[in-house]
């Protein structure tokens, strides 16, 4: 079946503009992971959602970021007056939380957001 | 709080030769862990994973790694590598507490050399 995909897969915008990023993740999966991955660094976890409930976002790194999820379905990340440390690519997960032990997330290619 | 260490930024290996990745990581309760691949222009691909069975777990591609509790260790092994394993590698941890959010390293990057 299809994986978890990631639109646009690149995109260039100039420092202070507002940028949104897609992830369509794998039907039926319950929960979706947005992470950041900065030029030779690990991973940054982002925003978390699961179902109906509150979305976890302790890892949203300022005020200028936001995401939302409509239902069990697609989600955006929004980055608003984006600066120059912005630029990484933006990884988004689903996962089944089936609660049999499937923590498995799968993730998308990514979308590498350059800020010039 | 739980955290990850990748001992090792950059690992290169001969053709043939065992491959050994370092991950220890902390975390106050039981942990489930991680390890992931990525190569160039490409998102993360599960290897493996530890959820709290067997401590030897067999991957894809010829790896496997040993959670060891006692060394709050989980490193990755392969016996002989191959030039097609020439990728970036990331340990990550979880608990359910957590959400499943996933914590990663630094992440490796494996050379393979002929």
């Known amino acids: 079946g299809a994986g978890v995909s990631q639109s646009p897969s690149n995109k260039v915008t100039e420092k202070g503009k507002d940028v949104e990023l897609r992830c369509d993740p794998i039907?039926?999966?319950?929960?979706l992971y947005w992470y950041r991955q900065r030029l030779g660094q690990g991973l940054e976890f982002l925003i978390y959602?699961?179902?109906?409930?509150?979305?976890?976002k302790s890892g949203l790194p300022s005020d200028r970021f936001s995401a939302e999820r409509t239902g069990e379905s697609v989600s955006t990340l929004t980055i608003q007056r984006t600066q120059q440390e912005d630029s990484a690519v933006y990884l988004c997960?689903?996962?089944?939380?089936?609660?049999?032990?499937?923590?498995?997330?799968?993730f998308g290619p990514g979308t590498r957001l350059t800020v010039t | 709080a739980q955290s990850v260490t990748q001992l090792g930024s950059h690992v290169s290996v001969s053709e043939g030769a065992l491959v050994l990745l370092r991950c220890n990581y902390s975390?106050?309760?039981?942990?489930?862990l991680f390890w992931y691949v990525q190569y160039p222009n490409q998102g993360l691909q599960l290897l493996l994973k530890?959820?709290?069975?067997?401590?030897l777990v067999k991957g894809i591609n010829g790896f496997e790694a040993e959670f060891k509790k006692s060394e709050t260790s989980f490193h990755l092994t392969k016996p002989s590598a191959h030039m097609s394993d020439a990728a970036e590698y990331f340990c990550?941890?979880?608990?359910?507490?957590?959400?499943?959010?996933?914590?990663f390293g630094g992440g490796t990057r494996v050379l393979v050399k002929p």
């Open positions: 997960a689903s996962s089944s939380a089936s609660g049999q032990g499937s923590y498995e997330q799968y």
């Open positions: 039907s039926g999966h319950t929960a």
């Open positions: 959602f699961q179902g109906n409930s509150a979305p976890d």
């Open positions: 975390s106050s309760v039981p942990p489930y």
């Open positions: 530890y959820t709290s069975a067997a401590t």
């Open positions: 990550a941890v979880t608990r359910k507490a957590a959400g499943n959010k996933l914590t």
